[in-house]
């Protein structure tokens, strides 16, 4: 069964920080989905990004980056000069293509809760 | 263009009593999916659908019961509410799993008194 582990229950960094949050994830298909979501203090779901198993290229979007690396399993999220905002709960998720055809939901990591303090 | 749309935002129930959180969604989205967060514990798959007509347990489907009549709607039943069903209930719909990701709704806070 897939599994997803964030390890960092809470981190907290003064403002301008870089920080890294973690992601293993666990699964038997050779075909499957990563996803990191925001969830601010207001309570909705934020889609940050989708990656496919077949795409082990990194992804820069201006100060957020992800590294993906499937000989570790692991999905990782770098926030660079982070700021105030940034403060959140990121969960790492997983969908499998071929188990559940990609259409059995996501399994969520607990979740890190990110305080980037001023 | 609404995206998902849950309802209520919040609810009080009292144990024993029933009730139908609504999910709608206006994309034509063949995938639909029911989670609830609880504190720690990220977000677990209670119930899930891959088109009208067809449903299937999730994670922790105990207590609760879906259908799927229509493309654009989901309910989640809940048949005798207890207080271990005190959470936060998110709705979600995807297109297909290839595509960026699900579109999840803004949630339901329900407590069970």
């Known amino acids: 069964a897939q599994k997803v582990t964030q390890a960092q229950t809470e981190i907290s960094v003064v403002e301008k920080e870089d920080v890294t949050l973690d992601c293993v994830y666990e699964t038997r298909d050779t075909t499957y989905y990563l996803f990191w979501y925001k969830q601010p203090p207001s309570g909705e779901l934020v889609f940050l990004i989708r990656r496919n198993s077949f795409d082990e290229q990194n992804e820069i979007s201006g100060r957020y980056s992800w590294n993906f690396q499937k000989s570790t399993s692991s999905f990782n999220f770098t926030i660079t000069a982070s700021q105030v905002v940034d403060s959140a709960v990121y969960f790492c998720?997983?969908?499998?293509?071929?188990?559940?055809?990609?259409?059995?939901?996501?399994?969520f990591g607990k979740g890190t809760h990110l305080i980037i303090q001023p | 263009n609404a995206g998902v749309t849950q309802t209520p935002k919040f609810q009080v129930l009292k144990t024993g009593q029933s009730m139908t959180l609504q999910c709608a969604q206006d994309?034509?989205?063949?995938?639909m999916s029911w989670y609830r967060q609880d504190p720690g514990m990220g977000l677990r798959l209670i119930h899930y659908s891959v088109g009208a007509g067809i449903t299937d347990q999730g994670e922790v489907p105990n207590g609760y019961n879906v259908s799927r009549s229509t493309t654009e709607d989901f309910p989640l039943r809940l048949l005798s509410a207890a207080p271990s069903q005190t959470s936060v209930y998110f709705c979600?719909?995807?297109?297909?799993?290839?595509?960026?990701?699900?579109?999840f709704g803004s949630g339901t806070r329900l407590t069970v008194v």
């Open positions: 994309m034509n989205h063949e995938y």
């Open positions: 979600a719909s995807s297109p297909d799993a290839s595509t960026d990701g699900y579109t």
């Open positions: 998720a997983l969908s499998e293509a071929e188990s559940g055809g990609g259409a059995d939901g996501l399994t």
